[in-house]
């Protein structure tokens, strides 16, 4: 069983267009991360979600809209997608207080 | 300033040789956890090493080592007995007690080619 699943794993769309992005951990962990990797392979954390609760925004564009359901799992919608957008995603928990943050595969992002 | 940095964009190394990747890191926080993420070509994240700001002894898991020397600030990855699967890219990490560890800091990375 995958640890970190997120779906799907490539996504191309046009600009202006809403999507999602699916995000599930079974690893019974408290926290759970979106990071966005840019062409130069550079890695931003974007939000941080401890127990459902919204615990780090990094000044990240109000299209992004974060949704934490439920301890295990934490979605990621983007409104009006723009050019801009294109980058891969990766979605990550980890245990509160604990050590590594376990990743899922990623999900790349292609706007059009 | 840089929370993370990774100086070297990109290393080579013979195959079954050991490998010294650097990272230098910034923080005025006595409690912060330091890691190393391997990302070969498929493009997963994997989890490879952790070390505690107050662990006395450098972390070591398999053919992975991290030589911290926390007065210089610095976590460099060892890899020894290279392989050609170790062909990636590889970045260092740092998450700190002031933000409630509920953030990784993340440096350029490193791509390491091993040359058969």
């Known amino acids: 069983d995958t640890a970190v699943s997120q779906t799907p794993k490539y996504l191309v769309t046009q600009m202006g267009n809403d999507k999602s992005i699916k995000c599930e951990q079974n690893?019974?962990?408290?926290?759970m991360y979106w990071y966005k990797q840019d062409s130069k392979k550079f890695l931003k954390i974007m939000f941080s979600?401890?127990?459902?609760?919204?615990?780090i925004n990094e000044t990240v564009p109000n299209r992004f809209s974060p949704k934490s359901p439920d301890k295990a799992h934490l979605n990621l919608h983007i409104n009006s997608l723009e050019l801009g957008d294109s980058a891969v995603y990766f979605c990550?928990?980890?245990?509160?207080?604990?050590?590594?943050?376990?990743f899922g595969q990623g999900t790349r992002l292609t706007v059009v | 300033a840089q929370k993370i940095t990774q100086t070297q964009p990109g290393m080579f190394v013979q195959e079954k040789e050991a490998v010294t990747l650097d990272c230098t890191y910034d923080?005025?926080?006595?409690?912060?956890?330091l890691f190393w993420y391997k990302q070969p070509s498929s493009g997963e994240m994997i989890f490879l090493i952790y070390q505690g700001s107050y662990d006395q002894q450098n972390a070591t898991e398999g053919r992975y080592s991290l030589n911290f020397q926390k007065a210089r600030k610095s976590a460099n990855l060892v890899i020894s007995a290279s392989q050609l699967g170790d062909s990636a890219m590889y970045f260092c990490a740092m998450r700190e007690a002031q933000d409630n560890f509920n953030k990784f800091y993340f440096g350029s990375g490193t791509k390491l080619n091993v040359k058969p």
């Open positions: 690893l019974g962990h408290d926290t």
């Open positions: 979600y401890n127990n459902k609760e919204l615990i």
């Open positions: 990550a928990s980890s245990r509160e207080g604990g050590r590594g943050a376990f």
């Open positions: 923080t005025s926080d006595p409690s912060y956890g």
